[in-house]
């Protein structure tokens, strides 16, 4: 597509329940990127997608917290039994690549927790 | 490990002035730089990247300056409109996903 697609652009959950958050990258990005943004906060990394390599999900701030990306396309954030503090915007960005590349965002999801 | 500050953190200016946003990062072995704005509540917008064998890019009534030497960048925004109020945001890639800093940004109000 022409942009980085999100959806939904709104969430809001119960506390506890699961949701998921999609991400529809550039087509022809090999990088994938999830951010969290929390209110006056700046951008935390969340996980990287390469391609078909492992992904880095080094920044993930717990096991409630999954992601998945097949091959170049769609990639879906999960995070399961949802806690207040897990409300923020939830950013995907893609590039061509990670070095040279510049970062193109989707609009992002804000998810509230009550 | 790189950090990334920007001053200040919000600027207010009546509208039709000229205005510059800075960027300062700590390590100058960078790949590149780029500025974005952020609405209210919503994703980045990339506004321009400068790689680091640059000087500046320019697009429209932006200007941004990259200095690796002293660690600075800014972002020049000529003849301010109130559709200019956003923040505006530096990221600075020393090499690849893991080492992208983002400044906490500057909050850019213009005023009519």
């Known amino acids: 597509g022409a942009g980085v697609s999100q959806s939904p652009s709104n969430k809001v959950t119960e506390k506890g329940k699961d949701v998921e958050l999609r991400c529809d990258p550039i087509?022809?990005?090999?990088?994938l990127y999830w951010y969290r943004q929390r209110l006056g906060q700046g951008l935390e990394f969340l996980i990287y997608?390469?391609?078909?390599?492992?992904?880095?999900k080094s920044g993930l701030p717990s096991d409630r917290f999954s992601a998945e990306r097949t091959g170049e396309s769609v990639s879906t954030l999960t995070i399961q039994r949802t806690q207040q503090e897990d409300s923020a915007v939830y950013l995907c960005?893609?590039?061509?690549?990670?070095?040279?590349?510049?970062?193109?965002f989707g609009s992002g999801t804000r998810l509230t927790v009550v | 490990k790189q950090e990334v500050t920007q001053i200040p953190a919000a600027l207010s200016v009546p509208e039709g002035e000229n205005l510059v946003l800075n960027c300062s990062f700590t390590?100058?072995?960078?790949?590149?730089l780029q500025w974005f704005r952020q609405d209210p509540g919503k994703g980045l917008t990339s506004l321009l990247l400068?790689?680091?064998?640059?000087r500046e890019q320019t697009s429209g009534r932006l200007n941004a300056s990259l200095d690796k030497s002293s660690g600075r960048s800014t972002l020049y925004i000529a003849a301010s409109q109130p559709g200019d109020s956003a923040t505006y945001l530096c990221?600075?890639?020393?090499?690849?996903?893991?080492?992208?800093?983002f400044g906490i940004g500057t909050k850019l109000q213009v005023i009519p």
């Open positions: 960005a893609s590039s061509l690549d990670s070095i040279t590349g510049g970062y193109t």
């Open positions: 087509s022809g990005h090999t990088a």
């Open positions: 997608f390469q391609g078909n390599s492992a992904p880095d």
């Open positions: 390590d100058s072995a960078i790949y590149n």
């Open positions: 400068i790689q680091s064998s640059q």
């Open positions: 990221a600075v890639n020393s090499g690849g996903y893991q080492k992208v800093t």
